[in-house]
């Protein structure tokens, strides 16, 4: 027997299942069947528990019942009236009737008041086939409509066309308010009400277009919809799929899973995967609408070659293309040396795929110059976390949230970045969690419609580490800390060391105040919170990690979480919100130039040893290059050979000018991507990439899930990536024979420890599953360290705060920090070709009014950044939300070059940028700087030559 909570008719997660079990049951009886549910639930669940189905149009299985449309009417035994089953209570004894005359009296009643101001054009319509309310009808019997069609009715209300994805025709709406549900309960914007009452009553998107309004196009409304009212364009514009294949996004770390529907091998629309355990059934605008880009006119679907990066492209057969990218390395090992090449995996790409590359370099290459994009992201988490817990990934699963009394964002902005679960967030801050926010900016988080944080604390950007430090000193010197959670998970010796360095008064918050520019009464109070108000969660992002002192910081976040035993339970934890769609395999996948899989250094004999024996190949004991050393020894002249897959470093990567002037130096870039991006320019070898919907594999997110990407549709270049790899890998000389990933999958899960669970057969049995994954943890880990910490003890380590050397000064006076946009995905090249430009055609800087006034700007202006790296131009947006002296923007177009004038200072133990920290001047101008000029010209040759589109935003020159 299932028991189901009447609220919420998705897949009940563990702890509140066990939760029902334990509360009173009541049975009763539906249409002659006994049911037992738990008390609460309403009638008609029940009636879904006993195998009846009741009709029903307002009601859905993931919002609150609301009772308006007056279609699951029943009638209960000894109770006069017809209640509506979805707001009625079940209780013990009830004897439940759905199917009486009198009942299909009423329905058949209801539906024709529906259906008579209802346009009749079903067969035309998008919805047709997939309409709740024709369904319904039929379900009703209703077969007459008395009232006619010629009195007052909304056949005239006018089309919503302005959404790019979806559109909006009062003329269909029923006025049942799911849309409005969804739009408060699931994704927590609140964009729409009922305006209006009786007759006059319609949706509103507070009186403004869709695209004007506060609506964040997450498609929540869309997807609950019953009617055609709200309609994907595109089904209205190909029809409803006819199959379709369960697969996962491939933008960013929450990893959501999704219906891909289909029609042959086209997609008609994405629709988020009820079952999908981290984003159950819920979705952003870019997984469920921004798919376009992968059947783009400017895919690349040939592999091309060319001996200079100033000749022309010439394409050719994939054998050649292999053969000369296997001969070109192969030349320049003999005679550069065996280390004068090397390679980088992909985020983007699945594990498996991910695991080719590394073996590829470590078993063919026959070195250890693998990285990944990680090392410009996360790469302190793994460090940080590694060495004070034993594990390099987040403790928690997403649905742990829903169990947090205190949640604590640091240098993270959900809404935008990881949209899924910032909604999930939301939902438990509006259920009564209090939430403190350290950002440098007033983020969504901070304040919007039923969000409030308690604190704020608007920290200059470089101060992280003092800011946490000032936490745990008035934690331990008020005495807040856990100390028998201390004592008997943490080692002794290092917490002695770290409580002495703690509570030195340098740490307190009064003392770092002028530093951080946080009010040291606020950060007391915010510290007291987070000690004392029940269960406490850090999330936390890129604002963390991309710092001089990122893996101090995370350090420091540890040790925050041991003194006040918030680890290794629900509700708590250490939670990075990682980026990239599977950079958390990525790393696992074994990218890092000093780990193998499972993040076992290259120098532990036994590991190389069963490594070697499973390759068949000598392997070497000592680190590899990582991505700024490769770099850095391609301009010094002894790097000469990169393998880069769906990775695009010359726009992602810092320090523009000496990224490309590498490149330049090198003698074979083979670059693998859907798109000739900004790395192609200076390339020698093209191999087309494949998208996720081409392809079989896994991604593993933010929780350590690993989920499995389906393949919809063949491979537009005749390889998926993972052939790709096989292919140079066998033309260099090394074979590998895979006929499927599943084999890969296979040899990883051989391999490692915690993957030895892990197979595509679990996977399709369980759906998907939370490594660790073996003989200790068949079923995967939603949370770790439980009992004890993968490492044994927690190890506290001290986080002396050691000022970035970025300062401002009187010629850069201001900080630069970067970040993302909702509608947008890192460097862009996925969203840029979709109709997400909508929301952000171009890169902004955000800019205080006070900063602004000073310079002269005003709104809209073009303005000049520099820094000493460079210089480059954009339009500024004058705001509050940031404070005076900090200025931010986003790198998602190349044409803004945000990375122009980002530094090559970074992180002391992983080389991860300093991204967040750059002193920057900004001044009026009337065009674009030399570097932007320049960079037009190349675009405008390069895309030329390859004959695809320059997506480069007009309007300069202005
Ligand atoms: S738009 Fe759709 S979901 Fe919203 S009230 Fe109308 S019919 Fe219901
Ligand atoms: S698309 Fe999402 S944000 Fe926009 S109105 Fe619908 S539910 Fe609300
Ligand atoms: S939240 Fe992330 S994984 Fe989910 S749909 Fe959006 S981009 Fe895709
Ligand atoms: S489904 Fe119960 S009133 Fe609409």
């Known amino acids: 027997m299932a028991l189901i909570q009447e609220t919420d008719f998705g897949t009940p997660s563990p702890l509140r299942y066990s939760e029902l079990v334990a509360q009173s049951l009541v049975t009763l009886e539906i249409d002659g069947k006994p049911v037992t549910v738990p008390a609460g639930t309403s009638v008609m669940r029940a009636a879904v528990e006993a195998g009846v189905s009741v009709p029903k149009l307002c009601a859905t299985d993931s919002i609150k019942a609301f009772g308006s449309c007056r279609l699951c009417l029943v009638e209960i035994d000894g109770r006069r009236g017809t209640p509506a089953s979805c707001t009625t209570p079940c209780e013990p004894g009830m004897k439940v009737h759905t199917q009486t005359p009198r009942l299909a009296k009423l329905r058949r009643g209801v539906m024709e008041l529906y259906i008579s101001d209802h346009p009749l054009d079903c067969l035309t319509c998008a919805a047709n086939g997939n309409c709740e309310l024709q369904d319904m009808a039929g379900v009703v019997g209703l077969r007459e409509v008395r009232y006619g069609y010629e009195g007052a009715n909304h056949f005239d209300k006018k089309k919503d066309e302005s959404n790019p994805y979806f559109t909006f025709d009062p003329s269909k709406c029923i006025v049942c308010s799911r849309c409005v549900r969804a739009c408060e309960e699931t994704q927590g914007t609140f964009a729409l009400t009922i305006d209006g009452r009786g007759f006059a009553s319609m949706v509103s998107a507070g009186n403004k277009p869709f ?72 979705s952003c605008v870019k997984g469920r609408f921004a798919w376009g880009y992968a059947t783009h006119a400017d895919r690349m679907t040939k592999p091309m070659i060319r001996e200079k990066i100033t000749d022309p492209w010439r394409e050719v057969s994939w054998e050649e293309a292999v053969g000369y990218a296997a001969s070109e390395f192969r030349r320049l090992q003999a005679k550069y040396g065996n280390e004068s090449i090397g390679g980088i995996t992909s985020s983007r790409c699945t594990n498996e795929e991910t695991y080719l590359v590394q073996k590829l370099i470590r078993a063919a290459f026959g070195n250890n110059n693998v990285d990944t994009c990680a090392r410009v992201c996360h790469s302190p988490t793994g460090y940080g976390l590694k060495t004070t817990f034993g594990t390099s990934a987040g403790t928690q699963d997403f649905d742990s949230v829903e169990e947090a009394d205190v949640i604590l964002v640091i240098g993270a902005n959900p809404t935008d970045a990881h949209p899924v679960f910032a909604s999930q967030m939301k939902k438990r801050l509006r259920e009564g969690a209090r939430l403190i926010v350290i950002d440098p900016r007033r983020i969504d988080m901070v304040r919007s419609p039923h969000v409030q944080s308690d604190y704020h604390l608007p920290l200059q950007p470089g101060t992280n580490v003092a800011v946490i430090n000032a936490i745990a000193h008035v934690i331990v010197t008020e005495g807040l800390l856990r100390e028998d959670y201390v004592t008997e998970r943490c080692e002794a010796a290092t917490f002695e060391l770290w409580r002495n360095f703690i509570v030195e008064e340098r740490n307190s918050p009064e003392a770092t105040e002028p530093l951080t520019g946080v009010p040291s009464a606020d950060l007391r109070a915010a510290a007291r919170l987070y000690a004392t ?126 990224v490309t002037a590498a490149l330049a130096a090198m003698e074979c870039v083979v670059v693998q991507d859907l798109f000739l991006n900004e790395t192609a320019s200076y390339a020698h070898v093209f191999l087309p990439g494949s998208s996720f919907l081409e392809k079989d594999g896994t991604f593993t997110n933010a929780e350590r899930r690993i989920s499995r990407v389906r393949k919809a549709m063949p491979p537009m270049a005749g390889k998926a990536d993972w052939e790709a790899t096989m292919a140079l890998s066998n033309a260099l000389g090394y074979p590998m024979t895979y006929t499927h990933p599943s084999e890969i999958m296979d040899e990883i899960a051989r391999l490692t420890p915690t993957f030895t669970g892990v197979s595509y057969a679990r996977l399709d049995e369980l759906g998907s599953v939370q490594w660790p994954c073996n003989d200790k943890a068949p079923e995967g880990t939603p949370i770790m360290h439980i009992d004890r910490f993968v490492r044994g003890e927690g190890r506290f380590m001290i986080t002396e705060f050691v000022p970035t050397e970025e300062r401002t000064t009187g010629r850069f006076p201001l900080i630069l920090t970067t970040g993302r946009i909702l509608s947008h995905y890192n460097v862009g090249a996925q969203t840029r070709r979709t109709e997400n430009n909508a929301w952000h055609s171009e890169d902004i800087l955000d800019i205080h009014p006070f900063d602004a006034e000073y310079r002269g700007i005003q709104d809209g202006d073009r303005v000049a950044i520099t820094s000493r790296a460079g210089e480059t131009s954009l339009r500024a947006r004058v705001t509050e939300r940031m404070q005076p002296g900090v200025v931010y923007t986003t790198f998602h177009h190349a044409i803004t070059g945000a990375n122009v004038v980002t530094t090559e200072f970074a992180d002391w133990a992983t080389d991860c940028p300093e991204y967040k920290v750059t002193a920057v001047e900004v001044r009026p101008v009337k065009k674009e700087s030399e570097w932007q000029a320049r960079y037009r010209e190349t675009k405008r040759l390069t895309t030329q030559i390859a004959g695809v589109h320059d997506l480069t935003p007009a309007g300069a020159g202005d």
């Open 533 to 658: 108000g029940g269960n406490a969660a850090i999330y936390y992002g890129l604002g963390v990690t991309e710092h001089s002192q990122g893996s101090t910081m995370v350090m420091g976040m540890a040790n925050l979480a041991m003194l006040t035993g918030n680890i290794g339970r629900r509700g708590v934890g250490v939670n990075p919100l990682r980026g990239q769609n599977n950079v958390q395999g990525a790393c696992d996948m074994g990218s890092f130039p000093h780990e193998f899989t499972g993040y076992r250094h290259v120098s532990e004999g036994p590991v190389r040893e069963q490594f070697e024996q499973a390759w068949n190949v000598p392997l070497q004991s000592d680190p590899g290059l990582r991505i700024p050393n490769m770099l850095d020894a391609a301009v010094e002249g002894t790097f000469k050979g990169l393998y880069v897959q769906g990775e695009d470093i010359a726009q992602s990567d810092p320090n523009t000018k000496h």
């Open 211 to 282: 695209l004007e309004s506060e609506c964040v196009s997450c498609g929540a409304c869309v997807q609950a919809c019953p009617t055609a009212t709200l309609t994907e364009k595109s089904v209205i514009a190909k029809g409803q799929g006819e199959h379709s294949v369960v697969t996962t996004c491939a933008y960013c770390g929450v990893g959501c899973a999704f219906k891909a529907e289909m029609q042959g091998s086209e997609v008609v629309r994405m629709v988020p995967y009820k079952d999908g355990k981290a984003n159950h059934g819920h």
